[in-house]
């Protein structure tokens, strides 16, 4: 049933996508808001820190509880409206249209050489923390790659892992709520608050952005893959996104994030001499071409992971 579930929702995203603007995102933003302001703001300096965790144990848990409780009972009950409300719920929390469209935009404009264009759509995608006017055509790719790559895993990696734990649709809610308000508590200001909300979701991603990093590395390559997860990581400064970001660019075989310096030879060899790993930047620039890579290495991985459920759901019909 999980794999129908997830293969029915993942078309339906395709013909009617769910925006950023939707009424379940809508209503997600209005609750965090709300639990936000409930818990926060008690002192000059915000939430406190037994607050700030009190405020994700209601933000996350309660809206997860509820699915997972309905869940039950429909499976109890009526295992087709269980089947049904699986399919809504992967549907409303998937969102693989939210970062390809975005995508697609600076994609477009940079294949018809329009890098005005271009620019203009990746800081409508990165909003007010990125100012684009002054970009280079590779620093506009570079960026666009980096947020498809992260938004692939937190839109459909991330969350396919979730659904295949036991709570079921419970764990999608669970992990998308915690994601988003890992982002928008971060915007209020509130330190107590948005380091409980990202600790909260380091928890909850730290196996599955592990097992999508080496997704990339199984329909990439390789050997750039895991070079470049063992000695490129240091140049993102979150170390989930890191794990991500690095496997996802030797995967592709092109160079992401700030450039790293090559030691020079006394150094290469003062390092080669004790045995420490001596780390060069690996790839290409990024290019258009490497775009229309990204796009086929995600895929790829999508039907991976859709082959790998399918051939479970028949393991289990059959034994």
């Given at each position: 049933?999980?794999?129908?579930?997830?293969?029915?929702?993942?078309?339906?995203?395709?013909?009617?996508?769910?925006?950023?603007?939707?009424?379940?995102?809508?209503?997600?933003?209005?609750?965090?808001?709300?639990?936000?302001?409930?818990?926060?703001?008690?002192?000059?300096?915000?939430?406190?820190?037994?607050?700030?965790?009190?405020?994700?144990?209601?933000?996350?848990?309660?809206?997860?509880?509820?699915?997972?409780?309905?869940?039950?009972?429909?499976?109890?009950?009526?295992?087709?409206?269980?089947f049904l409300w699986n399919v809504l719920i992967a549907y409303l929390f998937f969102g693989f249209r939210q970062f390809s469209h975005s995508f697609t935009l600076v994609h477009e404009a940079i294949a018809n050489h329009d890098l005005p264009a271009a620019r203009a759509a990746l800081?409508?995608?990165?909003?007010?923390?990125?100012?684009?006017s002054n970009l280079t055509e590779t620093e506009v790719i570079s960026l666009a790659l980096e947020r498809a790559i992260i938004?692939?895993?937190?839109?459909?990696?991330?969350?396919?892992?979730?659904?295949?734990?036991?709570?079921?649709?419970?764990?999608?809610?669970?992990?998308?709520?915690?994601?988003?308000?890992?982002?928008?508590?971060?915007?209020?200001?509130?330190?107590?608050?948005?380091?409980?909300?990202?600790?909260?979701?380091?928890?909850?991603?730290?196996v599955p952005a592990r097992i999508t990093a080496m997704g990339f590395a199984i329909v990439g390559n390789f050997e750039g893959a895991v070079y470049a997860w063992r000695h490129l990581t240091g140049k993102w400064s979150d170390s989930l996104s890191a794990v991500i970001l690095a496997s996802g660019s030797g995967a592709l075989g092109?160079?992401?994030?700030?450039?790293?310096?090559?030691?020079?030879?006394?150094?290469?060899?003062?390092?080669?001499?004790?045995?420490?790993?001596?780390?060069?930047?690996?790839?290409?620039?990024?290019?258009?071409?490497?775009?229309?890579?990204?796009i086929g290495l995600v895929w790829r991985l999508v039907i991976a992971w859709m082959a790998l459920l399918l051939m479970l759901t028949i393991a289990l019909w059959l034994g």
């Open positions: 049933m999980t794999f129908f579930s997830i293969l029915f929702a993942l078309i339906a995203e395709q013909y009617r996508p769910v925006t950023s603007t939707h009424w379940i995102a809508r209503m997600s933003a209005r609750w965090l808001d709300w639990v936000a302001g409930e818990f926060g703001g008690k002192t000059e300096e915000g939430a406190s820190a037994v607050g700030a965790r009190m405020a994700c144990l209601v933000a996350f848990i309660l809206p997860t509880f509820l699915v997972f409780v309905l869940y039950v009972v429909f499976m109890v009950t009526f295992p087709i409206l269980g800081g409508e995608w990165y909003g007010p923390e990125l100012d684009a938004g692939s895993h937190h839109h459909v990696f991330g969350v396919l892992f979730w659904f295949l734990m036991p709570m079921g649709p419970a764990g999608v809610v669970l992990y998308r709520l915690a994601d988003t308000a890992a982002q928008r508590w971060s915007e209020k200001g509130d330190f107590n608050l948005s380091e409980a909300a990202r600790h909260f979701f380091y928890v909850l991603d730290w092109v160079r992401l994030g700030e450039p790293m310096s090559e030691p020079d030879s006394d150094e290469a060899l003062r390092m080669a001499e004790a045995g420490e790993p001596v780390v060069y930047e690996v790839g290409l620039e990024p290019n258009e071409r490497t775009m229309r890579s990204a």
